[in-house]
C-alpha cells in the first residue's frame, strides 16, 4: 500500500488518525469515521446538476476538497476508491430501494411489474486474510450501514446502531433489512454480481437527472454521528437517538441553509443561490 495524497487529504477530511493497514477492524473505524463526517446530500442534482462522472479524481475534488458531501454512488465511490488504494478487495454493487416505498421487497415476476430502478450502488469488500466479504455501504442517507457487516444471508448483524440482516430475496437477489422500531424493514435488493463504473455511471445520471427524481424534485440531507441519525428532508429535521425520534419543522429556506452549512458541515460556495432553490422544495 502506497499512501497517495488523495488518501491522506480523505483521511485528513475524516478526521481519521487510526491505522490504515487492510484490516477488518481498520475497515470499522474508517466506515465509522466516513459516516460522522461525509453527509450524505443532494444540492447538486436539485440545483439541476447532473451527476455522471464517478472517476477518483471528481469524487475527491467534491467531497475531501470542496468538503460536499454526495448520494450513493458518491459517497460509495469515492470510498470504494480509498479501500482499493489501502490493500482491500472492492467489488461495487448495484441494488433496488424498496425503502419507505411501495414496491415490492422482492424482485417483480413480470418483466413490466411495478418496480424501482437498479439506481442503489453498495460495496462489498474482501479484507486480506479474512474468509468471505462484507457489504458496506456509507451512502444510504439517513438509514445507511454504521459498520459493515458480513456479506452472507441470514445471521442478524449488530451494528453502531440498529441491527441489520441479509435475507434471501429470490431470483439469485438479496435483501438488505434494518430493525427499526421493532420491526424488521426492507430497505434494498441487490445481486452480489460486480458493475462497471460506466454502468453505475448511467445509474447517476439518470437519478440526477429524471423530472420525476426524488433526488430532483426534493433536498435530502443526513449525517450518522456515533450517537445519532440526523436526516433533513426539506424544511422537516429528523433527529433518531436510540429509539426516540426528535422532528423540528423550520420555517424558512434561510433555517434550513443554516443547518445544511453548521449542523452538517456542508460547504455551499460556489453552488449560486442555494436559499432560492431551496425554497421551492422546502415540503417537497
Known amino acids: 500500500m502506497r499512501m497517495t495524497s488523495d488518501i491522506a487529504a480523505y483521511l485528513a477530511r475524516i478526521n481519521y488518525q487510526g491505522s490504515v493497514e487492510p484490516t477488518l477492524d481498520t475497515l470499522h473505524a474508517l466506515h465509522a469515521a466516513h459516516n460522522r463526517s461525509i453527509p450524505f446530500e443532494n444540492l447538486d442534482p436539485v440545483l439541476g446538476k447532473p451527476v455522471v462522472d464517478l472517476g477518483a479524481s471528481d469524487l475527491t475534488d467534491k467531497m475531501v ?119 424488521w424493514e426492507p430497505l434494498y435488493l441487490f445481486t452480489t454480481e460486480p458493475r462497471r463504473r460506466i454502468d453505475l455511471e448511467v445509474g447517476s445520471w439518470y437519478v440526477s437527472t429524471y423530472p420525476k427524481s426524488v433526488f430532483v424534485v426534493g433536498l435530502s440531507v443526513a449525517l450518522v454521528t456515533d450517537d445519532a441519525r440526523w ?16 422532528k423540528i419543522r423550520l420555517n424558512t429556506a434561510a433555517d434550513v441553509l443554516a443547518q445544511i452549512v453548521d449542523r452538517f458541515g456542508i460547504d455551499v460556495s460556489g453552488l449560486g443561490d442555494v436559499e432560492a432553490r431551496v425554497s421551492q422544495v422546502l415540503d417537497s
Open 65 to 183: 476538497h470542496r468538503r460536499r458531501g454526495g448520494y450513493c454512488y458518491e459517497q460509495n465511490g469515492l470510498f470504494g476508491y480509498v479501500l482499493d488504494g489501502l490493500g482491500f478487495g472492492v467489488d461495487r454493487l448495484a441494488g433496488w430501494v424498496v425503502w419507505m416505498s411501495d414496491f415490492a421487497a422482492s424482485p417483480p415476476a413480470a418483466w413490466d411489474a411495478p418496480a424501482a430502478a437498479m439506481t442503489h450502488n453498495v460495496l462489498a469488500v474482501t479484507v486480506p486474510g479474512v474468509e468471505g466479504r462484507f457489504l458496506s455501504d456509507v451512502g444510504f442517507g439517513g438509514q445507511t450501514l454504521s459498520s459493515p457487516i458480513r456479506l452472507e444471508a441470514g445471521p442478524v448483524q449488530q451494528t453502531r446502531h440498529e441491527p441489520y440482516r441479509i435475507v434471501e430475496a429470490g431470483a439469485e437477489t438479496l435483501r438488505l433489512e434494518a430493525r427499526v422500531r421493532g420491526r
Open 231 to 246: 436526516n433533513l428532508r426539506g424544511r422537516h429535521l429528523a433527529i433518531h437517538t436510540d429509539g426516540d425520534t426528535e
